[in-house]
């Protein structure tokens, strides 16, 4: 029997980049799109075109990581009819990066196929997410990373790949760095998932005492160290914009309005 696949929306930040805004960042419009109850043509914010890439991939169902406080994304997007997929949303417990904010959902992504974004983050192509899949059935990798060349290194985890598309190292936010290359999606499976666990475990009074959050590149690096196999598809003729940061969302609004 096929495994399920699920979307996992780390939707906990503060936003603080881009304040002040009147809504969560995640619900900032880009774009517009045809209303699926109205047929009219009504403002699309930045989350959705993360749902529908992981709609196109094969997930029914997706959770939302939040913050609480930020109830206006289940208020918008209500269960997931309007998109045609079943949506859930948790409380972020642990405030030590998005890695622990994931880890709210184990108990429900165990044993599953999880398609992984940051929900104020644009990307392309359409199929972005079904060459993650396919790259993972034919390597049996845990993680596949897909990849980007972006221009400013030192917002991005940057990724060292072997002539095989192995990823061999990951550097998170380099202030210098000849890599080109950073992730922006992934795809994982159930080792994965269960290896993000019990690491989480096991360093969160580490990262409880220091007060430095851990990002998702720094756990994936963790699972390489151990052992785990993650590969990459690098997406070299498209782009991803990351619209948290006033610069990339100008251009966004300019390339979609």
């Known amino acids: 029997m096929p495994t399920e696949i699920v979307g996992l929306v780390p939707a906990a930040g503060l936003g603080s980049r881009l304040e002040p805004i009147p809504c969560s960042k995640e619900l900032f419009p880009v774009g517009f799109a045809t209303h699926p109850v109205y047929g009219k043509p009504h403002p699309k914010v930045v989350s959705q075109y993360l749902l529908e ?10 959770y939302f990581v939040l913050r609480k406080g930020k109830w206006d994304i289940p208020n918008y997007f209500g269960d997931g009819t309007q998109l045609g997929m079943h949506l859930a949303y948790l409380i972020m417990g642990r405030p030590y990066g998005t890695p622990f904010s994931l880890d709210q959902a184990y108990p429900f992504i165990q044993g599953k196929q999880v398609v992984f ?4 983050i644009l990307f392309e192509p359409k199929n972005a997410f079904e060459q993650l899949l396919k790259r993972q059935q034919e390597t049996e990798a845990d993680v596949v990373l897909g990849l980007y060349k972006v221009p400013s290194p030192h917002k991005w985890d940057m990724v060292k790949t072997d002539d095989g598309g192995r990823v061999e190292h990951i550097v998170r936010k380099p202030l210098c760095t000849d890599l080109t290359y950073g992730w922006a999606i992934a795809c994982w ?7 993000m666990h019990a690491h989480l475990e096991q360093i969160q ?16 690096q963790e699972g390489i160290h151990n052992g785990l196999s993650v590969q990459s598809v690098c997406f070299d003729d498209s782009s991803c914009l990351d619209i948290g940061t006033p610069e990339d969302l100008r251009q966004a609004i300019k390339t979609l309005s």
Do not use: L, W, Y
């Not at 890439?53 to 997706?62: L, P, V, Y």
């Not at 009074?205 to 994936?220: A, F, H």
């Open 205 to 220: 009074e580490q990262v409880q005492e220091r007060g430095q959050e851990v990002s998702v590149g720094e756990v994936i």
């Open 189 to 195: 499976g159930a080792r994965f998932t269960q290896f």
């Open 117 to 120: 974004g940051f929900p104020d």
């Open 53 to 62: 890439h992981m709609q196109r991939a094969g997930a029914g169902k997706a």
